[in-house]
């Protein structure tokens, strides 16, 4: 069984930087995907941003050159670092790990105020 646990989360203004950080606990292979990715309230979850294991990313549109995502695989651990913040990126999120199942951490609220 694997655990997620996220933190890192709050309320800050718009143009304020937060860094998400989840730390994954249990089996962990050493081949997998580490993500972010949030729900707004009234939309389905999207994607923020994902990692393999070996250091490739992929990015929403909508956070591109705002948000970094990197991982610490002997800590297994993933963080999201958030810049220039804006109101739309209000949500809370959810840490993603994939290797043999589908593993969510129980979210983190983020809160940008305009």
Do not use: P
């Given at each position: 069984q694997v655990h997620l646990v996220e933190?890192?989360?709050?309320?800050?203004?718009?143009?304020?930087?937060?860094?998400?950080?989840?730390?994954?606990?249990?089996?962990?292979?050493?081949?997998?995907?580490?993500?972010?990715?949030?729900q707004a309230p009234g939309k389905q979850r999207e994607l923020v941003a994902v990692i393999t294991s070996?250091?490739?990313?992929?990015?929403?549109?909508?956070?591109?050159?705002?948000?970094?995502?990197s991982r610490d695989?002997?800590?297994n651990r993933v963080y999201l670092q958030m810049n220039s913040l804006k109101p739309e990126d209000t949500a809370v999120y959810y840490c993603r790990l994939t290797q043999r199942n589908d593993y969510w951490g129980q979210g983190t609220q983020v809160t940008v105020s305009s």
């Open positions: 933190s890192g989360g709050g309320l800050v203004q718009a143009g304020g930087s937060l860094r998400l950080s989840c730390a994954a606990s249990g089996i962990i292979f050493s081949i997998n995907v580490m993500g972010w990715y949030r070996g250091g490739s990313t992929n990015y929403a549109d909508s956070v591109k050159g705002r948000f970094t995502i695989n002997a800590k």
